[in-house]
């Protein structure tokens, strides 16, 4: 018994398995160089911080933040408007833009091309008084395309041919000439606006009566043009009123449209950068 159990031990093939080695310094010299190349790196991405310009980037101060306060004279008047829009909204103008909204898209982008090649004629003279030319000839360009090769600017033939839709008008003007927005005004039907978009918007639509193209801003058919421009318009923008739940909306419609304004204005007035914040070879 004890040879079969041998030769039967023998016929099976022996396995040896060796353990590694154990080298415990050059474990522990490795280890410390790690972590002298992690601490080089560290401190050479520190240093490239610093040499950009990170260290600038501090947490403002409240000095340096922007004021929440807004020039609002006629609150309460505003207050009631904001209320009455919200109820016109939800009752009419809202219903009306999702009912056109129904509508066969290549039709609604019709109406709403037609209507925007317009306000290319209201573009281009605020363009020429606001000083940019080229943006003028630009906006004319697009106006004499859309409204042959795109069939009375039912079609948006201009914007394939690289000339893209910049509209402009007598609000940004008196913005360029450097005219203050004015006080903050909720405008009934409208929405937010201020005291200069106010005189811009009764401006814009002085300039298309006085020019008048194709007789559609007089007579009867101007009423019915005007609020197919109404619902087109109001089906294009992506609000509702109390949407967010915040109690506290007015003020921060009217917060977030007043600094839209000024961010605006200070890209018509850009300041000229300093030595300091000029990149290198400026």
């Known amino acids: 018994m004890l040879l079969l159990g041998c030769g039967g031990c023998a016929l099976k093939p022996v396995t040896y398995h060796s353990l590694p080695d154990q080298t415990p310094a050059a474990d522990n010299a490795a280890a410390l160089q790690r972590e002298r190349d992690l601490e080089a790196a560290q401190a050479a991405a520190a240093a490239r911080a610093r040499s950009e310009g ?4 501090r947490p403002i101060t409240p000095a340096e933040a922007p004021s929440l306060r807004t020039y609002d004279p006629l609150s309460r008047l505003n207050r009631f408007s904001y209320r009455f829009n919200t109820r016109f909204d939800r009752l009419v103008f809202l219903p009306a833009a999702n009912a056109y909204r129904r509508i066969p898209h290549p039709l609604q982008a019709g109406v709403h091309h037609f209507f925007g090649n317009l306000s290319e004629i209201d573009s281009v003279i605020n363009y020429t008084l606001q000083g940019r030319l080229g943006r003028g000839v630009r906006s004319l360009g697009r106006f004499v395309i859309n409204s042959t090769v795109g069939i009375g600017g ?12 910049r509209p402009t008008g007598f609000a940004t003007t008196l913005a360029k000439w450097g005219m203050h927005p004015g006080a903050y005004v909720v405008i009934p039907f ?5 005291t200069r978009e106010a ?36 089906a ?20 977030l449209y007043v ?3 000024l ?20």
Not at 190 to 194: E, I, L, Q, V
Not at 236 to 255: K, L, N, Q
Not at 263 to 282: C, F, R, V, Y
């Open 54 to 57: 990170a260290e600038a980037r």
């Open 154 to 165: 039912l079609f948006e033939v201009a914007e394939r041919l690289r000339l893209p839709n």
């Open 190 to 194: 409208y929405g937010p606006s201020s």
């Open 199 to 234: 005189i811009g918007l009764v401006a814009d639509y002085g300039t298309l009566y006085a020019i008048n193209p194709i007789d559609l801003y007089r007579g009867t058919q101007s009423w019915g043009l005007g609020v197919v421009n109404a619902v087109d318009q109001r």
């Open 236 to 255: 294009h923008v992506d609000f509702e009123y109390y949407a967010t739940g915040s109690p506290f909306e007015y003020e921060m419609i009217r917060f």
């Open 259 to 261: 600094r839209k304004l």
């Open 263 to 282: 961010i605006e204005d200070s890209a018509l007035h850009p300041t000229p950068k300093t030595n300091s914040e000029l990149p290198a070879g400026e």
